[in-house]
């Protein structure tokens, strides 16, 4: 079974940390680009950070210097590091596979809540 399953949201005040983690089955490793989306109320859903499944790594602009991901892929977990949180941080973050080999569908974890206070 393909699941994505999210951890590590809370509230945290503005300059603060959260790390997220990401289980994902074992499938989705070898396979896919794991990344990590975000969607504020009343905004579309972007993307925050990517791990290629051949190494590459994205950042947004808005959370390059901030924000870390990682995986370890023995423990099949995808992880976002997130520093000097900002208010503009706050949303629902989902973690998500996809571009995967042999598939056009985008997994979807079912969302971790973050909310970053002034």
């Known amino acids: 079974q393909v699941q994505l399953v999210e951890s590590g949201g809370g509230s945290v005040q503005a300059g603060g940390s959260l790390k997220l983690a990401c289980a994902a089955s074992?499938?989705?490793?070898?396979?896919?680009?794991l990344a990590w989306y975000r969607q504020a109320p009343g905004k579309e859903r972007e993307l925050v950070s990517s791990?290629?499944?051949?190494?590459?790594?994205y950042y947004a602009d808005s959370v390059k210097g901030r924000f870390t991901i990682s995986q370890d892929n023995a423990k099949n977990m995808l992880y976002l590091q997130m520093n000097s949180l900002e208010t503009g941080d706050t949303a629902m973050y989902y973690c998500a596979a996809h571009l995967c080999l042999g598939s056009t569908t985008t997994y979807w974890g079912q969302g971790t809540q973050v909310t970053v206070s002034s």
């Open positions: 074992g499938y989705f490793f070898s396979r896919c680009t």
């Open positions: 791990n290629s499944r051949y190494g590459a790594t």
